[in-house]
């Protein structure tokens, strides 16, 4: 988490100076964000801590498997 503060501010500078943020979709997107923050926060103090890790580890799996299969798409596309 620690790498994400450091990095999104400037990730999100370079994304506005390429013209690429959408500037009336931000307020909303932020309501969007904070309102879940305080929701999915209230909601896993009733989980145990086991199911909360292992709901992590299958979202870190699911998030590798989803890049594998992207970065293997590519490679075939480009192969062609």
Do not use: D, M
């Not at 009733?46 to 709901?55: D, E, M, V």
């Amino acid at each position: 988490l620690a790498v994400i503060l450091a990095s999104a501010p400037s990730g999100a500078a370079e994304h506005t100076r390429h013209g690429n943020v959408r500037w009336g979709l931000v307020p909303w997107l932020a309501v969007g964000a904070v309102a879940g923050a305080v929701v999915s926060a209230w909601l896993v103090q009733g989980l145990p801590r086991a199911a909360l890790a292992r709901a992590f580890a299958l979202f870190l799996l699911a998030n590798a498997a989803s890049t594998g299969w992207r970065a293997w798409q590519a490679r075939r596309t480009a192969g062609s």
